[in-house]
């Protein structure tokens, strides 16, 4: 109950004209910058920063929180109309977005995305208010054999799972490793597969691969199609804005799971929203191959509604594990650490008492950003959707230009475009040949956290393998990774008794 008092006297510091127009403005940048290819609410608040030294820290917060939640609307509205995800927590989105997008439900797709961020915005804003002890300790469990065996079952699971073929999807996944492998090894200090080039000892950007593979890719598919198979290039138009009520009951269920994967993932530091959208999509199709006609690929509800979900539970939990632990899970929430010690704040237990109001107002602007976004998105579904009628020349050209300008912008190295465009030629090849892009994107962004915690690990055993299994959750992981690949193969071979018959 004395949570539940702190939080009305936020809601007062958050109501005032000043902090109300500051959530506004901060949804508002959040969601424009996220529609952008290769930008993201991390660049927004890392350009904000400098511009926030003469505002009140609680204004400043405020806003930043705004831009933060802005910025996965906006990620995922691109994901869904262009195929082209500003950040890596909106790829799993395209999967099943783009498809309902191509078959005229566009502001169906929308509107799924908007209420599951709401719901999982909302449900982890209650979780942060009233349970941040016990996502602490949650988090304090896990160790390096635990996030390895996290990341091993997202890459089995996502190979296997997500794949329609295990060859590809294992294909996909090894050359996604070996791309997260290239640059510096951080504990010996050997170069790896940079082959003598400078550019490439601090690695490959993941922000330059999942741009080139889904935006800069999709470019070069639609070109190459466009001519032989126009009628599948075409994307329907629907005058229906809203979502049937046999929808929002197919979707619910997906929004409250993906809600409950995406929660404790954002007080275990993993990246942020990318692992638990991918988890949750996965889960979803893995549901699906047990229904007499599965859906996914052909614009699955549920495909969309789970990571939407999953990545907005994580965001709001992540920023409880900013205030409470002072742990940043994502870029973000890194970069808002910085600001907290611009103002001479350090997060933590002794913030709360420290600095309530600004606290908890913050806490409390987390809601009044989850409605905004919803009011600002939800109703303009209809239009956003109105991009998909832009001459498709004109659109795809405009999407390369910015492919490029948002590569650019965070790296500022010409070296990185020419990166951009090898790689996009690669995903290309991948489409042409139906290989899964998930896969590799997973090895991008999981492969440098198993590899240091299969070393930690490793070391602080003295080189006994048996550490792996010697923790209870790491063992109800792989127990679940296996239970999964079980259903995966049985799916599989119940599908192909179907065929034969």
């Not at 079952?153 to 073929?165: G, R």
Request: with cysteine; hydrophobic share 55%.
């Amino acid at each position: 109950m004395e949570a539940l008092g702190l939080l009305l006297e936020g809601f007062g510091h958050a109501f005032t004209p000043m902090n109300l127009l500051f959530v506004v403005v901060g949804c508002l940048l959040g969601t424009a910058v996220g529609v952008l290819p290769g930008l993201g609410s991390s660049m927004a608040v890392a350009l904000l920063l400098p511009m926030t030294f003469a505002l009140d820290p609680t204004a400043a917060f405020i806003m930043f929180a705004g831009v933060y939640f802005g910025g996965l609307f906006g990620d995922s509205t691109m994901a869904i109309l262009m195929n082209t995800p500003g950040q890596a927590s909106a790829i799993a989105s395209t999967y099943e977005g783009h498809k309902m997008a191509r078959a005229g439900r566009a502001p169906q797709a929308l509107a799924t995305a908007a209420i599951g961020a709401f719901i999982g915005g909302m449900v982890s804003c209650i979780v942060v208010v009233f349970l941040a002890p016990v996502l602490a300790d949650i988090s304090t469990s896990f160790g390096p054999a635990e996030y390895f065996a996290l990341a091993l079952f997202a890459f089995l699971a996502t190979s296997s799972v997500v794949a329609d073929s295990v060859i590809k999807g294992l294909t996909s996944l090894v050359l996604g490793l070996g791309i997260a492998t290239i640059g510096i090894d951080s504990v010996t200090g050997t170069e790896r597969l940079s082959f003598g080039v400078p550019d490439l000892f601090d690695g490959v950007s993941l922000v330059t691969v999942t741009v080139a593979l889904l935006a800069l890719g999709e470019v070069f598919h639609i070109a190459s199609r466009i001519r032989r198979d126009p009628a599948s290039n075409t994307i329907r138009r629907s005058g229906r804005p809203f979502l049937s009520l046999r929808e929002f009951r197919e979707a619910l269920p997906a929004w409250l799971r993906g809600t409950g994967i995406g929660l404790p993932f954002g007080v275990i530091p993993v990246g942020g929203a990318d692992v638990p959208t991918f988890i949750a999509y996965g889960a979803e199709r893995a549901l699906d191959r047990r229904r007499p006609e599965p859906q996914f690929g052909k614009g699955a509800i549920r495909g969309l509604a789970a990571p939407e979900a999953a990545g907005n539970a994580t965001t709001g939990t992540a920023m409880g594990a900013l205030l409470a632990l002072g742990l940043p899970v994502s870029a973000t929430a890194a970069i808002m650490l910085a600001a907290f010690r611009q103002y001479g704040l350090q997060p933590g237990p002794l913030l709360f008492e420290r600095a309530p109001e600004l606290v908890w107002g913050l806490l409390a602007s987390f809601f009044l950003a989850m409605i905004v976004l919803l009011i600002l998105n939800l109703p303009f579904a209809q239009v956003w959707a109105k991009l998909l009628l832009i001459p498709r020349p004109y659109l795809y050209a405009g999407i390369a230009v910015f492919c490029a300008l948002g590569v650019y912008a965070t790296s500022a190295s010409v070296f990185d475009l020419f990166l951009l465009l090898g790689i996009g030629l690669l995903g290309f090849v991948m489409r042409r040949y139906e290989f899964p892009v998930a896969p590799l994107l997973i090895g991008m962004v999981l492969g440098p956290l198993a590899e240091t915690s299969l070393r930690d690990a490793l070391l602080s055993s003295g080189g006994d393998y048996a550490v792996f299994v010697s923790s209870p959750i790491a063992v109800a992981i792989l127990a679940l990774l296996i239970i999964a690949l079980l259903i995966s193969v049985i799916g599989r071979l119940r599908s192909a008794r179907k065929r034969d018959f």
